[in-house]
């Protein structure tokens, strides 16, 4: 009995700790993995403005761009800085050890952080990005306080100022954001960016889900048709014992 109450309690941890992290609301983002331009667009914004620092070591181009219906000259075109083979994976040339010595911690991979930190969690931290001049970058975010990261999309988002109130407790409470700067995107546009970019980084986690859902309907059409005859040949095995 005790091991349950034990099993319980482990379970459990995980969203404790999650819940202590952060409690900002995080806004909803819709995946919709079909929306192809959409997932154009993302590959657009993370090979340009990502790729620098961070790799998707999971992924190759010529996969990316079958999967999202880009011709192999269109990808090697457009999408391919780091690297001049299209069978390559999408690595990035800044060393590692160099990574640390500028950022202090070096750019983790991004093939799956959709997986790990969640599609909204990542969204919401891609527009989260504040001025602070109290760190070395002159950034912080929201969602992961004294990150390591500039934002590097200011020119697409603008500036925005990050407004606290002081509680009784000694803690901050978030009260909202202030633009300090507007970007050449607006709001709206710069979110539907962070949309895209979201989608692709969720077709990159898992690129397999495009085909599953295809699929799976031919799955489920198969057992459709193959019910009828197994329920024909159950009447004719049947028909001399009743
Ligand atoms: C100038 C280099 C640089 C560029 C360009 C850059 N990043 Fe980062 N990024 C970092 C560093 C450094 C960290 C580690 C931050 C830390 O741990 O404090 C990071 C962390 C992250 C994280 C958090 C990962 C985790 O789970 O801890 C995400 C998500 C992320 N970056 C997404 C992006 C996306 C998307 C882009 C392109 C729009 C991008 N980054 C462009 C340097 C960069």
Known sequence: MRNIYLAICIAFIPAAALA???TIKLDPVEVDLQDKPSLRRGARIFVNYCLSCHSAAYMRYDRMGRDLGISEELVEENLMFATD???NL??????R???ETWFGV??????LVTRSRGPQWFYNYMRSFYRDPKTVSGWNNLHFPDVAMPNVLYGMQGVQRAV???KEDGTKEFQGFEVERPGAMTPKEFDQAMRDLTNFMVYLGEPARLVRGRIGVYVLIFLAVFVVFAYLLKRNYWKDIH
């Open 20 to 22: 202590a992290e952060s």
């Open 85 to 87: 083979k299209v069978g």
């Open 90 to 95: 999408m690595t990035v040339t800044m060393p």
């Open 97 to 99: 050890a160099d990574a």
């Open 106 to 111: 070096a750019p983790p991979d991004l093939t």
């Open 164 to 166: 606290f109130e002081p």
